[in-house]
């Protein structure tokens, strides 16, 4: 088992819809990172969390430590959102990120 | 430009041929990484280095090569280049503050033939 899974593997959506990728993960950590992919592109940065909960635009990080569970949200979906997700955990005490599989999201107009 | 830079974006090398792969950052960032992407398989970790002289082990450090003589550049070289190694690389850099988050490079797609 992944120490980091996250669920669906795959989803597609029709633009305007709310979303939401979700991420579990098996190991104590001090951070956990949401990164987004575009096709062919590079990876960016979306969030960094270690409690609560974050918000830009129209993306919304949440974190529960207890439950060692995040969930990405998008609300009012676009084509332009289109995207692979990753979800990452850095351990306690380590510095290196271990990636989740990622989440190919499809945003149909 | 600050940021993080990867060259080259593109390169084909035959099999057996030493290949590196430059990153360099103007951050100052302590920590650099090298990760492949490879489908099915997600981002792996190949190598890490939490200051300059002082490199680690990843996921799948076999056939790779790092050095880091200076923060600011952490080049990963393939000492003789296999099929298995063809995949798209990416470079990341993070401060030492664990508030810090990661910046990842535009990353350099290998084909190996």
């Known amino acids: 088992k992944n120490e980091v899974e996250q669920s669906p593997q795959n989803l597609t959506a029709q633009e305007g819809e709310f979303i939401t990728i979700n991420c579990s993960y098996s190991?104590?950590?001090?951070?956990l990172h949401w990164l987004q992919q575009h096709p062919g592109g590079g990876i960016v940065s979306l969030f960094m969390?270690?409690?609560g909960k974050k918000k830009h635009g129209r993306l919304i990080a949440t974190i529960n430590i207890q439950e060692k569970h995040s969930s990405l949200h998008i609300t009012a979906s676009h084509p332009r959102d289109s995207a692979v997700y990753i979800c990452a955990v850095r351990s306690q005490g380590a510095q290196k990120l271990v990636f989740g599989q990622g989440t190919r999201l499809t945003i149909n107009p | 430009d600050a940021g993080i830079t990867q060259s080259p974006r593109y390169k084909i090398t035959e099999t057996g041929r030493q290949v590196t792969l430059m990153c360099h950052q103007t951050?100052?960032?302590?920590?650099m990484f090298w990760y492949r992407q490879d489908l099915g398989h997600g981002l792996r970790l190949i190598y890490y280095s939490a200051a300059a002289d002082i490199t680690d082990k990843g996921e799948v450090p076999d056939g790779y090569v790092v050095s880091r003589s200076k923060t600011e550049n952490f080049p990963l070289t393939l000492e003789s280049a296999t099929r298995s190694q063809t995949s798209v690389y990416f470079c990341?850099?993070?401060?030492?503050?664990?508030?810090?988050?990661?910046?990842f490079g535009s990353g350099t797609r290998l084909t190996v033939v």
């Open positions: 951050w100052s960032h302590s920590y």
């Open positions: 969390l270690s409690s």
């Open positions: 190991v104590g950590i001090s951070a």
């Open positions: 990341a850099s993070s401060a030492e503050d664990r508030d810090y988050g990661y910046t």
